[in-house]
């Protein structure tokens, strides 16, 4: 490329630039840079990329710019990933690499979708390890567009940056620009900074942690005295104590940082003067006393950012505070909103975002006034007078207390600023006002309505989300208010089942509905009535509260009681099916078994997820409509078409003139109910592609560097490893999946990739053993992956009335007694139930009977599941006789001893638990293969030190073992293996309170 050429862009004397040559009509790669800003230190060529290291002109700030031109050829991609895996090594620094990758990270960057594949998989691994992210792109989901009319798009142009450059430029976004005659969009790097405005008071639960706090909180609420109802001198207290820790905070405790920054000056300048003189004894303890007050603050660091970055599945403690921040920063990005299309017009500008934003909420939770039908005549299920009158007893300490443990203390707090981590902490003197408030409201229904404010938080539901329907909007509930709603939520779900269909199974937030007679008291009544009629909403936007309005529909995602109620709720909807189908109006589905039987369904919902089965009739699909329509009426839920589907199940001719008057689009299958595939091929690979992406996603969030081997432990054991139990807990894992997923595993542990080997120094198999046994704790996921699918075996013998069971019954059959179906001999639409009924074994060969009154244990022969019983009591129908006297014996089935239990149903007792009920972990274990010594797990685990100390004690346990080998001892004919690990000790430091570690051999 000439200069003139370069000249024709920019600015003049004041431009240079680098250059890889094109090949052809592809390849090429230029770099221009303003050299008053910037200064070249160093340049480095390859085939695909050219990299650049500057040093800002005004603050010597140092980076590395790397821009590509991805081939097109996959075994050419290889040589781009290689020469940036060298540049990666050549500086360190912050980094931005940026160009045309030619490469994709998942389906959903291309416009005609597709399957994950090893392209994607190997791009994605790449990231990964080069320690890179990919910033979510604003503007549209794609960078270019091709084909016949352009109709093909796939995102191939992005920005990737490293963590040095994250952490400089925290608030960094890229975008997509309008394009004007290329086939790519251009795409903009911005590293400004994110709208901010005043925040709101949070309390910080790194104050528990301080020397004497408890005290200070005390002194606080016991100060002041406050006349009128219980619930107005809550809130004046909780206005108290925050006034006081505001003053506290800033005239006292100070800014973490800047205490942990004089802390470590202090300690160095000790530890200079010692190299130089030899410390007397006062200053000796004075760098003693530095050092931890520098700890000191380094912990409470690391627990305030644990607790901004929500990821509380990692205990503080460890070190990982770079971690907890870089958490913390993305979300904050995430949440971040520069600009918003509300009912198709874009607010840019902060007071037209504000305004719009508040708007449309007030009039989403606003009650249009219209006219509601009555419920009249509805037959719904009721609850019996006893269970409604255990609804409306006292509030006992017991329950209140138990209801605030079992609130998670980092959770998010409201507009009040408190978590729950404070009330758990202040139980003891605050417990006498919270019980006074709660006995207030027992008896007259009511508490201030301040302690029912609201923050509406807008999370997207997708990267890049810049419309008002792409967020979903998370209730931030007062402190107090989150208190009593648990409490009442806790004593609704264990009433809730009575009044709720089989049809349903899960809950989410909705609306309410109590219009219909389903047994409930008056005084429930009321109580529910005031929590949801009195709350009042403000917008954060940016982390600033914006608007204040009050709301007159609407349940609160986030308010405890709101997932009960959304499912009493949707009982109406499923009456009014299920009435429908009595009177023919809507058909249902006939699943068939064997006998030809079979049982009809009409409906399913889970959550707000509503499958409704009907035959391709133009009559029907008018009733379901108007039925909608007579549900919106009465309950003000309106069903989102946009979001619904007409699916055909086989050929449907006129398929499009349904759906034109219906009102929705036409899907097909396989689709996606509750985030399984349906109607996809049972053994397919690429069903399990969703499960794969996640993991990958995750781990560029959760970057391996800024993690311990103990902290990247915990995160594969708390998340990744959980991540395909929901998949694996109806579909079987192909070999080949489980395969990927476990290296993915071992690469994070290890810090491993393709790019960068690195030695595992543990088998994997032993990895996954129990702690006890030797390993880490980390799911083996075939063996996880059988205890989940053999639940349904368990369940199949215990649920006859679920309806899932009565499916699978009338389809499959069952067999004598009925704990199991028959065996499934089907070749085709049988896959699922097979892959369940042929691991029966590994639940037949650990139950035990309890038997009843024996309709389903046969006596004296073989019972239902294969295993012989004998006669061990006598039925009223049996004649006997006997020659001579006998007594009771058991004989010969030592299961069956002791459960012989009256009249009650035949059960089967599950031998692995000691509650007798079935547990997908108890029979995990039992899989689990024993280790081959006995591993010294108390020293290592037991020991309270930093996980990461606990997994070096371990790796170099194992690592010992493995230099050391097996001591292999003849006993007779046969080997044993001992342990040569040594004993592992612990030693404390008095002095200067470290805690190090040995191995004796």
């Known amino acids: 490329m000439t200069g003139g050429i370069i000249q024709s862009i920019g600015v003049g004397r004041f431009l240079d630039w680098g250059t890889v040559d094109s090949r052809g009509s592809a390849g090429g790669i230029v770099v221009l840079w303003d050299n008053r800003v910037l200064e070249m230190i160093e340049l480095e060529k390859g085939e695909c990329s050219i990299s650049c290291h ?12 790397t821009g590509v031109y991805g081939p097109t050829k996959r075994r050419e991609k290889e040589n781009l990933w290689n020469e940036l895996g060298a540049i990666h090594g050549l500086w360190n620094g912050p980094w931005c690499v940026a160009g045309d990758f030619n490469a994709i990270l998942s389906p959903e960057e291309r416009s005609r979708g597709g399957s994950f594949n090893s392209d994607m998989r190997r791009f994605a691994e790449v990231i990964e390890e080069l320690q890179l992210k990919d910033l979510t792109l604003f503007g549209g989901p794609f960078t270019w567009s091709g084909g016949v009319n352009n109709q093909t798009m796939s995102r191939l142009d992005r920005f990737l940056v490293n963590e040095g450059w994250d952490c400089r430029f925290s608030h960094s976004m890229q975008s997509v620009l309008p394009r004007p005659v290329s086939d790519h969009f251009p795409i903009l790097l911005e590293g400004g900074g994110l709208r901010n405005g005043p925040s709101p008071f949070r309390f910080e639960n790194m104050w528990l942690k301080v020397e004497g706090f408890k005290d200070l909180l005390k002194a606080w609420w016991e100060g002041d005295n406050f006349n009128g109802a219980a619930s107005f001198v809550l809130a004046e207290k909780l206005k108290v104590v925050k006034t006081k820790l505001k003053e506290w905070n800033r005239d006292v405790f100070g800014r973490v940082e800047y205490r942990k920054n004089v ?3 202090q300690m160095q300048f000790w530890d200079a003067k010692e190299k130089i003189n030899r410390l007397m004894v006062e200053e000796m303890e004075a760098r003693r006393e530095a050092r931890e007050e520098y700890k000191k603050w380094v912990l409470l660091e690391e627990v305030t950012w644990r607790q901004k970055s929500r990821e509380v599945w990692l205990k503080e403690g460890d070190r990982n505070t770079s971690f907890f921040h870089r958490m913390a920063n993305a979300h904050r990005r995430r949440n971040n909103m520069e600009r918003i299309r509300i009912n198709g017009v874009w607010k840019s500008e902060e007071n037209g975002m504000s305004e719009g934003i508040v708007n449309a909420f007030k009039t989403l939770l606003s009650n249009p006034g219209d006219w509601r039908p009555s419920l009249a005549g509805l037959q719904c299920e009721q609850l019996q007078r006893p269970d409604a009158d255990v609804l409306e007893v006292p509030f006992t300490e017991e329950e209140v207390h138990d209801a605030l443990v079992g609130c998670s203390g980092d959770k998010a707090p409201g507009p009040d600023g408190f978590t729950m981590s404070f ?18 409201f027992h008896e007259h229904g009511k508490f201030v309505k301040r302690l029912n404010t609201t923050f509406l938080v807008l999370i997207p539901k997708k990267m890049g989300a810049e419309d008002l329907r792409e967020f979903r909007p998370i209730s931030l509930v007062g402190s107090l208010y989150k208190w009593l709603a648990k409490v009442l939520a806790n004593r609704l779900k264990r009433a809730v089942g009575k009044v709720v269909s089989k049809a349903q199974g899960a809950f989410v937030e909705g609306r309410q509905i109590l219009d219909a007679k389903m047994g409930f008291g ?22 600033t509260p914006k608007g204040f309005f009050q709301s007159s529909r609407g349940l609160r995602q986030g308010d405890p009681l709101s997932p009960y109620l959304f499912v009493i709720a949707m009982e109406v909807f499923s009456s009014f099916l299920n009435r429908a189908v009595d009177n023919g109006y809507i058909s249902g589905c006939q699943v068939k078994g064997r006998n030809e039987g079979g049982i009809q369904i009409s409906h399913l919902l889970f959550a707000d997820d509503t499958l409704v089965f009907c035959q391709v009739s133009q009559d029907q699909l008018t009733y379901l409509s108007w039925l909608l329509m007579w549900f919106e009426a009465a309950s003000g839920m309106r069903i989102n078409l946009d979001k619904s589907e007409l699916i055909p199940v086989g050929r449907v001719v006129d398929i499009d003139d349904l759906v034109l008057d219906f009102g929705c689009k036409v899907g097909s299958l396989p689709s996606t109910y509750l985030g399984l595939p349906l109607g996809a091929p049972f053994k397919s690979v690429a069903m399990w592609d969703g499960v794969e992406e996640r993991f990958r996603k995750r781990l560029t969030m959760w970057k391996r560097q800024y993690l311990s081997k103990g902290g990247r432990a915990t995160l594969i054991r708390s998340t990744l490893s959980n991540l395909p139990i929901y998949y694996m807990s109806v579909l079987r894992l192909p070999s080949s999946v489980r395969r990927r997923l476990e290296q993915i595993q071992r690469d994070f542990l290890w810090g491993s990739g393709s790019l960068e080997r690195k030695p595992h120094l543990v088998r994997w198999k032993v990895v996954c053993l129990s702690k006890k046994k030797g390993g880490l704790g980390i799911k083996c996921l075939s063996n996880l992956n059988k205890a989940l699918l053999s639940k349904w075996n368990w369940r199949f013998a215990n649920e006859r009335e679920a309806l899932w069971n009565q499916v699978i019954r009338g389809k499959y059959g069952e067999d004598r007694g009925g704990w199991r179906t028959r065996e499934v001999r089907e070749a085709h639409g049988v896959g699922l139930w097979k892959a369940i009924r042929m691991d029966w074994d590994l639940v037949g060969a650990r139950i035990s009977f309890s038997v009843g009154n024996g309709r389903r244990v046969s006596f004296g022969g073989i019972d239902g599941v294969g295993m ?26 030592p299961w069956c001893k002791g459960r012989v239990i009256g009249d009650e149903d035949d059960k089967v007792v599950w031998t692995e638990t000691k509650s007798g009920i079935f547990s997908a972990k108890s029979l995990y274990l039992a899989l689990e293969a024993d280790c081959p010594s006995s591993f010294p797990f108390s020293c290592i685990w037991k020991v309270w030190v930093q996980p990461k100390i606990n997994f070096f004690a371990w790796e170099a346990a194992w690592v010992r073992e493995t230099l050391l080998s097996w001591q292999t001892s003849s006993v007779g004919k046969k080997h044993r293996k001992v342990w040569r690990g040594g004993a592992l000790a612990y030693f404390l430091d008095g002095l200067e309170g470290e805690k190090s570690f040995s191995l004796q051999g």
């Not at 500057?54 to 710019?65: A, S």
């Not at 009330?423 to 006002?433: H, I, M, N, R």
């Not at 005031?530 to 909403?537: D, E, K, L, V, Y």
């Open 54 to 65: 500057f040093k800002n002109c005004e603050d010597g700030f140092k980076w590395t710019f």
């Open 423 to 440: 009330w758990q902490f202040a139980w003891d003197f605050v417990k006498e006002d919270v019980m006074r408030f709660f006995r207030e």
């Open 868 to 893: 012989p019983l004998c006669a061990i009591r006598f039925l009223p129908s049996m004649p006997y006789r006997f020659k001579r006297k006998l007594g009771w014996r058991m004989f010969g089935i």
């Open 522 to 543: 008056e005084k429930w009544l009321g109580w529910i009535k005031w929590c949801i009629s009195t709350a009042s909403f403000s917008v954060l936007i940016n982390g």
């Open 263 to 265: 802390a470590l000056d």
